[in-house]
């Protein structure tokens, strides 16, 4: 048996808060407390300090968080973070099919699988659903290499067979079989999950599509995974493409692509009728505040989902997106809601990236809140990193210069919309320490 404790200021969630409410009792603070963990999972939180039989970590003065579930996020799209200048359709074509077109190499994919999933640890995130490539190889390097981290991980190789350049269609028939295969060997082997995998409607037949939603109703268990109404131009050219669906989403539904396993990223121009189909069903959408400013694709519009009710979590969308940060990201998700008149606390934005997003894939019994029980997916921040932030931790924690109005929120949500990747002291998967931050070189005497 191994065992570990860690010690420093539990923050996690028992359930959901409510958008606006700073004094949400969804909300479980546990300073200075040991969280003790044991084969891998948790197994207490205790404010005791454990016996001598324990392995321990102290990280007073730190903040120890589940580990962030990225439900939306590419891998092969590092290439291409930050580049300049296109809507989502332009993007695409310019930088995106460029980039994925190297995945059919074997050595680029296992690679950049290699680097993606280190990139994520260091960042502070433990768990993700992942966009590879049309390439099979491309979902084979990713499932092998989180396998070797240890990490849950949901994916499975891109369907794309028409609207996309040479090197990067496939076939319905081949595309069957590569799915086929990946699901006999990955899913459900160690903390792996296959994931029907269709681009967006664009680049899939209706014969695709009917396949894809095939895969959904002979396999238990598998997620699927796509785009829904990101863009304006995206939607028009869905209508033209299916004309006779009511709308985007019900494209997805009319070829078996829902399930309470569906993950839908962006979701921004949806009605209150996709919204009831996908509160139905059980479906929800990624949130990928990041992507849809850097791309002008619009503002999704989170307190109309709650007021419907389905599901909402927080994805990066890197490439897209400006960061594997889900601090930034979730930063990035209080500017679109403020834009849209709804003040999102830090406890929403944190929740769907931890608990929430565990809930929304179903797996809230493995990951996402600091219980006994659950895997020991947990990451340990510094409350501040450089000379503003930590000014402005402490006045939060009223060390200096006292104001009014200072609560454990406006702690928390001056460190959510200060802090990145830089405040990451370490991140654990299953009780192993995965990524610590690197000691500094003392200078030479």
Known sequence: MTRLALRGDLLDF???PALGDVDSPAVRFRPDHWLLIEDGRIVAVQAEAPGEDWRREDHRGRLILPGFVDTHVHCPQLDVIASYGATLLDWLQTYTFPAEQRFADPAVARAGAELFLDALLAHGTTSAVVFATVHAVSAEALFEAASVRGMRLITGKVLMDRHAPEGLRDDVEGARRDCEAQIARWHGQGRNAFAVTVRFAITSTPEQLAMAGGL????????MQTHV????????????????ARSYLDV??????LNERAVLAHGIWLDDTDRALLRDIGAHIAF???SNLFLGSGLFNWAEARAVGHGVSMASDVGGGTSLSMLRT?????KVQALRG??????AGLHAATLGAAQALGLAHELGALEPGRLADVCVWDWASGPVAGHRDAVATGQVVPLPAQSLHARVFAWMTLADERNLTAAYVAGQCRWQRPMPIPDPV
């Open 14 to 16: 028992t359930g959901l």
């Open 330 to 334: 979730v930063a990035e998700a209080y």
């Open 342 to 347: 709804t003040r999102m606390t830090a406890w």
């Open 229 to 244: 109404a990101e863009n304006l131009d995206e939607v028009r050219w869905v209508k033209e493409l299916f004309p006779q």
């Open 288 to 290: 990928c505040p990041s």
């Open 252 to 257: 997805y539904h009319q070829h078996g692509l």
């Open 216 to 223: 959904l109703q002979r396999h238990e268990g598998l997620y």
